[in-house]
């Protein structure tokens, strides 16, 4: 099973937007609505930010949201904090009945 | 509170075996599907496992056959049993409930490195 495909990295000033993308295949983004995301700062376990594509969990700011478009998932953060700052993995349930994580996106707040 | 303590990780030497246990409180684990996922240093995450609540259990290509995942439901601990150990199973590795509803993973251990090396 082979990892889904997000950017390295990606940056944005406090306040703008960004969108970090999760390109997979039909046997797992395009197939499922499990696609996940997680916030992971340096040194910490990962925190669930969004669950089946676009719902967020009790406690994560609505500045953060998903989507899915065929087999590419999307998350936006907006209004960009200094506290946003953090590798950010998508994840999906795949045909195999395993999960498939992306590679990871560092963001950057400039 | 809801909570997942990992232990059992160290320095082992290639070819070795290891136990990795996780205690769980304020829910069951027998009740829920549970996952083991592990991060090499400097590297993404990798999903290494699952037991759904029915007892079955997947595994990641690259552990198949050398890992074996297993819960003690009187313990509420889940457990890691690998065998075979390689240097590119240094990793911390995190256990993790894994929601039925939805498949993510919304409660996290804080990890337990395993280091593989002569």
């Known amino acids: 099973q082979s990892a889904l495909t997000q950017p390295a990295s990606v940056s944005g000033s406090p306040g703008q937007s960004i969108t970090i993308s999760c390109t997979g295949t039909s046997s797992d983004v395009g197939g499922y609505n499990y696609v996940s995301w997680y916030q992971q700062h340096p040194g910490k376990a990962p925190k669930l930010m969004i669950y089946e594509v676009s719902n967020r969990p009790s406690g994560v700011s609505n500045r953060f949201s998903g989507s899915k478009s065929g087999n590419t998932a999307s998350l936006t953060i907006s209004g960009l904090q200094a506290e946003d700052e953090a590798d950010y993995y998508c994840?999906?349930?795949?045909?195999?009945?395993?999960?498939?994580f992306g590679g990871g996106t560092k963001l950057t707040v400039l | 509170e809801v909570q997942l303590v990992e232990s059992g990780g160290g320095l082992i030497q290639p070819g070795g075996s290891l136990r990795l246990s996780c205690a769980a409180s304020g829910f069951t684990v027998s009740s829920n599907y549970m996952s083991w996922v592990r991060q090499a240093p400097g590297k993404g995450l990798e999903w290494v496992s699952v037991i759904y609540s029915g007892g079955s259990t997947y595994y990641a290509d690259s552990v198949k056959g050398r890992f074996t995942i297993s819960r003690d439901n009187s313990k509420n601990t889940l457990y890691l049993q690998m065998n075979s150990l390689r240097a590119e199973d240094t990793a911390v590795y995190y256990c993790?409930?894994?929601?039925?509803?939805?498949?993510?993973?919304?409660?996290w251990g804080q990890g337990t490195t395993v280091t593989v090396s002569s």
């Open positions: 993790a409930r894994v929601s039925a509803a939805y498949y993510g993973m919304d409660v």
């Open positions: 994840s999906s349930y795949t045909s195999s009945s395993s999960v498939v």
